[in-house]
C-alpha cells in the first residue's frame, strides 16, 4: 500500500493550492481518505475525510468554507483544494487512508495508511 502526497509549495495569504494523494496496493474507493496537517511544535490536525460508507466530507472547523476534497475515482486519486490560504494554514499536510467512520473521524491514530506529506507554507 502507498500513498503519495504531492502538490505542496510556498503561497502568499489568499492565494490557492491544490494537493493530490495517490492511493496505489489498496481500493481507495471502499476505504475513507482523509488529510491531516503539523505545524512545527503542534500536534497532527484533522483537515478533512471523505467517507466510503455514506460519501459525505467532514472538515475542520478550521478549513470549512476554504477547502475541499475530492476524488478521481479511475485515477485513485484524492485532491485537496485549499483556497483564501492563512499563514496559520501552514504546515506538512499528511493523506490518510483506513476503515474509519462516525466520531473516530478526526483521530489520526485510527487510520491505517499514511502518505509522506507534503509541506505547505502560507507568507503573509
Known amino acids: 500500500v502507498q500513498l503519495q502526497a504531492s502538490g505542496g509549495g510556498l503561497v502568499l495569504a489568499g492565494g490557492s493550492l491544490t494537493l493530490s494523494c495517490a492511493v496505489s496496493?489498496?481500493?481507495?474507493?471502499?476505504?475513507?481518505m482523509a488529510w491531516f496537517r503539523q505545524a512545527p511544535g503542534k500536534e497532527r490536525e484533522f483537515v478533512v475525510a471523505s467517507t466510503y460508507r455514506t460519501r459525505k466530507r467532514y472538515y475542520g472547523d478550521s478549513v470549512t468554507g476554504r477547502f475541499t476534497v475530492s476524488r478521481d475515482i479511475d485515477k485513485s486519486t484524492v485532491y485537496l483544494q485549499m483556497n483564501n490560504l492563512k499563514p496559520e494554514d501552514t504546515a506538512v499536510y499528511y493523506c490518510?487512508?483506513?476503515?474509519?467512520?462516525?466520531?473516530?473521524?478526526?483521530?489520526?491514530?485510527?487510520?491505517?495508511?499514511w502518505g509522506q506529506g507534503t509541506q505547505v507554507t502560507v507568507s503573509s
Open positions: 490518510a487512508a483506513g476503515a474509519v467512520w462516525g466520531p473516530n473521524l478526526s483521530r489520526w491514530s485510527r487510520y491505517d495508511h
Open positions: 496496493g489498496l481500493n481507495s474507493n471502499i476505504y475513507t
